[in-house]
């Protein structure tokens, strides 16, 4: 009997997906909509996720949405809802990274950082989870960080903070939910190939950073994006509270 866990499409389940502009965000967009998703891509900006409508006008909408801001993320998820019925998958994808050491994060880049990548996660799920509850079907993918885990492979105490918090959030909504039909898994990627990644890091960097990863090269954005499928697939419903590295073999749990 053959086997595979995308065939036949996804047939009428609704994707949000935060920080879908750019990079991972967008190759996950891609992804969703290629998998037969209907998709509401949010971001604080839209120019480039939307670049996509004229080929996905009747599966795809973009939504301006800041995670930082309750109030932005309820109504924006009342125009998801408004306009697609319901959201059965959410992945929290949006993040913030400003390269400080400990002696170098001021208090507002601090704050800063939480308030996207750690209440922005909590806000999105906070607002998604119980209708997911009512219906009885719900995947929840969270984005955390290979730096949660370790701290990172360069000190950034903000960073790693907020997103080892993802990690401990993604365990207690998996926990609270689990009873429901409801998923909350995490990714935790080392470096993925983005835009940021190369605008960032220097190039010399970048080949120390790949010489200590044992695949001897970064993670692609399909690859992140296929994670995400995995996890918020119907037939991905035994797993739940589980961090999903991608890190090519850096540590082993």
């Not at 697609?84 to 208090?107: H, K, M, S, W």
């Amino acid at each position: 009997m053959s086997f595979n866990i995308m065939t036949p499409p996804i047939q009428d389940q609704v994707a949000l997906v935060t920080g879908a502009n750019a990079g991972m965000g967008l190759a996950t967009v891609r992804a969703l909509l290629d998998a037969g998703y209907r998709v509401a891509a949010t971001d604080l900006r839209t120019d480039q996720v939307a670049s996509l409508l004229a080929a996905h006008d009747d599966r795809l909408a973009c939504f301006t949405m800041d995670v930082s801001d309750q109030a932005q993320v309820h109504a924006a998820c009342d125009q998801i809802e408004a306009r697609f019925g319901r959201i059965d998958v959410c992945v929290n994808n949006a993040g913030f990274l400003q390269y400080a050491n400990c002696e170098q994060t001021t208090p507002e880049l601090w704050r800063k950082t939480l308030s996207i990548n750690l209440d922005g996660v909590f806000y999105v799920s906070q607002r998604v989870a119980p209708g997911m509850k009512a219906r009885g079907f719900g995947r929840i993918v969270n984005v955390s960080s290979y730096g949660a885990k370790t701290g990172g492979l360069s000190p950034l105490p903000a960073y790693a903070a907020s997103k080892g918090g993802v990690i401990s959030l993604t365990f207690s909504f998996a926990r609270e939910y689990a009873p429901f039909g409801v998923t909350c898994n995490a990714l935790a990627p080392t470096f993925v190939k983005t835009q940021m990644l190369t605008e960032q890091v220097s190039a010399e960097r970048q080949a120390e950073l790949r010489q200590k990863i044992p695949v001897g090269r970064f993670c692609e954005l399909e690859e992140f994006a296929h994670s995400v499928l995995f996890l918020a697939h119907p037939l991905s419903g035994f797993i739940t509270g589980e961090v999903l590295d991608l890190n090519g073999g850096l540590q082993f749990d």
